[in-house]
Nanobody, 115 residues
Framework: QVQLVESGGGLVQPGGSLRLSCAASGSIFSIYVMGWYRQAPEKQRELVATFTSGGSTNYADSVKGRFTISRDNAKNTVYLQMNSLKPEDTAVYYC?????????WGQGTQVTVSS
């Protein structure tokens, strides 16, 4: 089993920044995909950004140039730096980790962009 603990959500004004963190613990494999998804009210969960163990990154078109995913391998932690936030970025952000055939989710952290 893998546990994912997220932190860093909150309320921010349009144009502001937030940094999300997700720390993984438990049965950590060296080959994985880890990243962030989000779900806005009455919408489906969507990919935001992911990081493979090989170092490749993938971003949703809607966040390219504004969000940056990074990691600290020693801490098994993935970060999401979110800049130039827009009201449409408001959602619950979920950390995700895929190892082999297993998929793990964090509990979610609320990000609200509003003036």
């Amino acid at each position: 089993q893998v546990q994912l603990v997220e932190s860093g959500g909150g309320l921010v004004q349009p144009g502001g920044s937030l940094r999300l963190s997700c720390a993984a613990s438990g049965s950590i494999f060296s080959i994985y995909v880890m990243g962030w998804y989000r779900q806005a009210p009455e919408k489906q969960r969507e990919l935001v950004a992911t990081f493979t163990s090989g170092g490749s990154t993938n971003y949703a078109d809607s966040v390219k140039g504004r969000f940056t995913i990074s990691r600290d391998n020693a801490k098994n932690t993935v970060y999401l730096q979110m800049n130039s936030l827009k009201p449409e970025d408001t959602a619950v952000y979920y950390c995700n980790r895929v190892q082999g055939t297993r998929v793990y989710w964090g509990q979610g952290t609320q990000v609200t962009v509003s003036s």
